[in-house]
């Protein structure tokens, strides 16, 4: 597998690392009555995304097309889904069993988000096992051909 694919991943699983200790650190802040987690969050946050503009071998990497597309299906995994499962179980929560406060409700996506990051690691590592066993069957056939 080509190398900018493994810069891919892992582009995509710290930056999804990234966003979902934004994430957390919300509704810490908001459990706690303090803003300084999410302050901290965001200032790590914001120090990497500025360092990506600014550092030129960075910027370059980040705008190849395996690394836009991992970062897509990051997105899709961590904020997407969770955003769309969150709002539907909140409802059949509060309908079925109780009222959820705006606290619960935080927490409840931050798990399906932190669940979907899981997932797409999962897939990450599935889709690696795959192109690894692959790669080696297509060099064991060159080998007995050759």
Do not use: C
Not at 23 to 31: D, K, L, P
Not at 96 to 104: A, D, P, R, V, Y
């Amino acid at each position: 597998m080509p190398k900018v694919r493994y810069y891919a991943d892992l582009v995509a699983i710290l930056a999804g690392l990234m966003w979902l200790m934004v994430y957390w650190s919300i509704s810490y802040t908001v459990h706690i009555g303090n803003i300084e987690p999410t302050l901290a969050a965001m200032l790590m946050a914001g120090s990497l995304i500025m360092i990506s503009f600014v550092h030129r071998p960075s910027r370059v990497m980040l705008s190849r097309y395996h690394v836009r597309k991992r970062r897509t299906e990051m997105w899709m995994h961590i904020l997407v889904l969770p955003l769309a499962l969150a709002f539907l179980m909140a409802i059949g929560i509060d309908y079925w069993i109780t009222l959820l406060n705006g606290e619960q409700k935080l927490l409840l996506f931050n798990v399906l988000a932190t669940a979907g990051w899981l997932v797409f690691i999962f897939t990450l590592a599935i889709k690696l096992l795959i192109h690894t066993f692959l790669e080696r069957r297509k060099a064991r056939q060159r080998a007995k051909a050759g």
